[in-house]
């Protein structure tokens, strides 16, 4: 069964830094699928933050998200990553991974059909 394992959260001060790593374990199963990152905050919806299309050829983001995150996959090692930056304390949540059945990048959740566990980003004032 496929899986998607996010790792690199923490506690970061704000203004800080953090990459967030996401490993596909089924060697190329996601290759052809659109790849996204979404959070959920405690006491809050999940929400959709950025998404890359199979190739990486297009890429879609929260406004949130827009020159603070960039998205990037690397399918030669079944990887998809989230680089934060100048992160503020409401950036704070847990962000799982996902992986859609459409090949071009979207921020509808109901198209996502596989996910992470999460990992837990922290930041503070």
């Known amino acids: 069964q496929a899986q998607l394992v996010e790792s690199g959260g923490g506690l970061v001060q704000a203004g800080g830094s953090l990459r967030l790593s996401c490993a596909l374990s089924?060697?190329?199963?996601?290759?052809?699928?659109?790849l996204g990152w979404f959070r959920r905050a405690p006491g809050k919806e999940r929400e959709f933050v950025a998404s890359?299309?199979?190739?990486?050829?297009?890429?879609v983001y929260a406004d949130s998200a827009k020159g603070r995150f960039t998205i990037s996959r690397d399918n030669a090692k079944n990887m998809l990553y989230l680089q934060m930056q100048s992160l503020r304390p409401d950036d704070t949540a847990a962000y799982f991974c996902?992986?859609?059945?459409?090949?071009?990048?979207?921020?509808?959740?109901?198209?996502?059909?596989?996910w992470g566990q999460g990992t837990q980003v922290t930041v503070s004032t």
């Open positions: 996902a992986a859609s059945r459409s090949s071009s990048a979207t921020s509808d959740s109901s198209m996502y059909n596989y």
């Open positions: 890359i299309a199979w190739r990486g050829q297009s890429t």
């Open positions: 089924r060697r190329n199963i996601f290759s052809n699928n659109a």
